[in-house]
């Protein structure tokens, strides 16, 4: 493992809060940031940054509408490969477009104006926040740090999640490294078995190790300054991406990498350290909650 304490080098940290304004939720997430950062302040060099910002929704046309679903569904095929599930990529792409698009119109009562409303919004709201993490990234670089904790502002602080997100930033030492902290798709939806390596134990929380990276969802994560100039590489090498969700993005990322990608240590805490607030039900959101194999099938 490329995990290992860390003494002598004082690491350079910036804690990337994404949000939407929403007072309930910069309420409990602003002072629990806070409260990290003091935490840290002896040992990490740390900045938190806010990314708020987005322009008014302005509804896409029904032809780029079909066209992000028809991409989400060529993704879909290609993340059951990824995961080395012995699913052919036609069952995929076919099924994603059945169940998000035909079911709906052809027998689900939903008329076509409808559905169409309802996925300009979603497409809208979704690009936005992929958006908010591109520019945490891009934010991350120009300050010369050494990682970014992201943080959508649904992520929940529970009991213990301070000391033992603490725990782990200070033994984390590695050069090309993910950690998702917030799960939020079960292990049965996820269904990355195929790609578990083993589990591990760092800064006294246990993690399972991936041989493949992926993400579970973006709402909260650590990731080093190597790794994301890889991410806006591919960005930029391979720009539709920034069309999908934030998730998808980043699992899309990691697929272009190739055989590069099992150079990265990529680690899920189990149980996750941080809450995932929308997933739990204890917010609102403005996206869907993930039914049962959004991720995973």
């Known amino acids: 493992m490329v995990i290992k304490a860390k003494v002598a080098k004082k690491t350079n940290l910036v804690i990337a809060l994404i949000h939407n304004n929403d007072i309930d939720r910069l309420a409990h997430i602003r002072p629990a940031v806070k409260y990290l950062q003091n935490s840290l302040q002896q040992f990490v060099d740390s900045n938190i940054i806010e990314i708020s910002y987005q322009p008014p929704l302005t509804l896409p046309s029904m032809h780029r509408v079909i066209a992000r679903q028809v991409l989400k569904a060529h993704q879909r095929g290609k993340w059951a490969r990824y995961r080395k599930l012995k699913i052919p990529y036609f069952l995929q792409f076919s099924g994603y477009l059945w169940n ?3 079911r ?4 689900g009562g939903i008329d076509f104006t409808a559905w169409l409303s309802r996925n300009r919004r979603l497409e809208e709201v979704e690009i936005r926040l992929s958006d908010k993490h591109i520019r945490a990234w891009v934010a991350t ?6 990682y970014v904790l992201v ?26 490294l993910y950690i998702d ?32 990276p992926l993400t579970n969802t973006t709402c909260a994560y650590i990731v080093h300054h190597k790794v994301l100039e890889s991410f806006l590489i591919i960005l930029m090498r391979h720009p539709l991406l920034r069309l999908m969700p934030a998730d998808w993005m980043i699992d899309g990322i990691f697929m272009l990498m190739g055989r590069g990608a099992k150079s990265i240590t990529c680690l899920h805490s189990r149980p996750p350290l941080l809450g995932h607030g929308s997933i739990l039900a204890r917010y609102l959101s403005q996206l869907p909650r993930p039914a049962k194999g959004h991720r995973g099938g």
């Open 141 to 146: 670089l120009e300050c010369g740090a050494d």
């Open 181 to 212: 902290l917030a799960g939020g798709i079960s292990d049965a939806d996820l269904r990355g078995g195929a790609i578990e390596a083993d589990s591990c134990v760092v800064g006294g929380a246990t993690f399972t190790r991936f041989i493949y």
């Open 104 to 107: 709906d119109v052809l027998f």
């Open 100 to 102: 998000n698009v035909l």
């Open 151 to 176: 943080l959508e502002d649904d992520a929940v602080f529970n009991d213990g999640s301070n000391e033992r997100l603490v725990e782990l930033i200070l033994e984390i030492d590695s050069d090309s």
